[in-house]
């Protein structure tokens, strides 16, 4: 299990810009310190050899500090103050390159559609339109996604969020759900799983949602897909509310104030 979890935590620090024995050595020092140079390369597994240049680095880097001499003897940045000087230097740098592109880039002339590839690539992509949401979120999808999103979802709707939910199969209690609760096992022989996620009507994210790496679905600001998928939302909650006698005419008039009044030029 310790394994494991320091697996994880190594893998975490090379996703931030770490290597594998900056955070190796890194976790060593945490576990047991002060310690020398000779200790850390005996319990981290970094070679000897190679040892002193990655306490260099990592003391370049601010997360250790030498508290002896004769030998070195290296103490390890406390865990709360490392996330603390993590949290500012990304953020520094992802605010120099957000300044970087958008003085490059050329300002788009027309709406941007991009397809995203991969089951934990469109989740990712969910929880993104999801945390930018300032009014409203709006999704089609089957209960294992609805899980997976809960937790941005919550936190959507803990910002005062308006969060709609409608799925054939049981959906999580966050914000106004409208389901038909049939059990997924008996759906999946049938369909697929699939997803429509509108935030703010801005923002579409809609395609395939299967546990797979080529899986695929795509996310835009293309207004007419925008409105192809209020409509089928629409449609969805509408004949949910016919089949179950649910009141679902406050969601479908919010929706539709942007399309056409059909029923009222059809003289309804």
């Given at each position: ?24 050595t890194y976790l060593a020092l945490l576990k047991e ?19 002193y240049n990655v306490l260099k680095r990592l003391q ?209």
């Amino acid at each position: 299990m310790a394994e494991e979890i320091e697996d994880k935590v190594v893998e975490a620090m090379r996703a931030l810009g770490f290597n594998a024995t900056d955070a190796k050595t890194y976790l060593a020092l945490l576990k047991e310190h002060p310690a020398t140079g000779y200790e850390l390369a005996t319990r981290s597994g970094v070679p000897r050899s190679a040892i002193y240049n990655v306490l260099k680095r990592l003391q370049s880097l601010g997360l250790i500090n030498i508290v002896a001499d004769k030998p070195a003897r290296y103490v390890p940045l406390p865990p709360e103050k490392l996330f603390g000087l993590l949290e500012v230097r990304f953020a520094r740098s992802l605010e120099s390159l957000r300044d970087g592109i958008d003085q490059l880039a050329r300002k788009p002339n027309q709406s941007v559609t991009w397809t995203v590839e991969g089951y934990e690539a469109m989740l990712e992509q969910a929880e993104q339109l999801i945390g930018q949401a300032h009014k409203r979120v709006v999704a089609s999808l089957w209960g294992r996604e609805a899980q997976q999103l809960e937790r941005a979802l919550r936190a959507a709707a803990g910002r005062d969020v308006d969060v709609v939910l409608f799925g054939w199969t049981p959906l999580p209690d966050v914000g106004r759900v409208f389901s038909y609760g049939v059990d997924p096992a008996g759906l999946e022989p049938h369909w697929d799983h699939r997803i429509i996620l509108l935030s703010d009507r801005r923002r579409l994210l809609v395609g395939a949602a299967e546990v797979t790496e080529d899986n695929r679905a795509v996310v835009t600001d293309e207004p007419a897909l925008i409105e192809m998928a209020i409509a089928n939302l629409v449609l969805d909650l509408t004949l949910l509310g016919d089949r179950k006698g649910l009141e679902v005419a406050p969601i479908v008039e919010q929706l539709t104030d942007r399309l056409a009044p059909v029923e009222a030029l059809m003289g309804a």
